[in-house]
């Protein structure tokens, strides 16, 4: 459970602790359970839960299980849209630099979400739409998201969300994907080598700071995203990861 820190309302502090896990979990939850991850106590879970029901921030499924609200979509979508604005500045100067298209994407329950994007100049070149979901498993921007993770929540995404290959370049076991994040994790940055889309190729680098596992992506034509433009275009590609993530934590301050 997360504590209560000097100045916070102690109710709303533990009214955001249920929403985060209904959204950390990713499928329908048993107020046993919430109770059990939270370290409160069932009364409190339920007068906690039944509030944000009304409110539309929670909804109880026939099971007798919650999740997610309707209410919760719009704060995100909105909260995705005013951090895609922000950070956008960084994005663009981005794609200037190397040429390709950036993506910006964040966890979204079991699914990535991509949040802001610029284009690269080419002629031929790579649009993902802001808002697009896609799997974590088969996208740069997802196994970067996936490697901040511990592998049992690893696991509880890819058993809610599965493995749906994209292409036949797409891992499809989780020990694969599981060794895959492991040396993400060692050299610091995902290749998407075809795995999301056939003759693109990105790589993908973690955001710092963030208050959602993000992760920053530069993508393009396997002629031109090459191994040699992977290795100019990491230490970029940081370097604008730690600028967007203070982006993030300045407007959250």
Partial sequence: MTMTRPGEVQSVARAIDVLELL???GRPTALSEISEETGLPLPTIHRLIRTLVARGYARQLPSRR???GPRAVR??????RQLGAGTRPHLERLARELGESANLAMLDGDMAVYVAQASSTQSMRMFTEVGRRVHCHCTGVGKTILAQLPSEQVRAIIGSAGM??????????LDDLLAELA???SRGYAIDDGEQELGVRCFAVAVPG????AALSISGPETRVTADFGENAVPILRDAAAAVGEQM????G
């Fill in 210 to 213: 963030s208050p959602t596992p």
């Fill in 23 to 25: 959204a950390d979990l």
């Fill in 164 to 173: 749906p290959p994209a292409t036949p370049s797409s891992l499809t076991t």
């Fill in 249 to 252: 934590l300045g407007s959250a």
């Fill in 183 to 185: 040396l993400i994790r």
């Fill in 66 to 68: 919650y999740t997610l």
């Fill in 75 to 80: 704060i995100g979508e909105v909260a995705g």
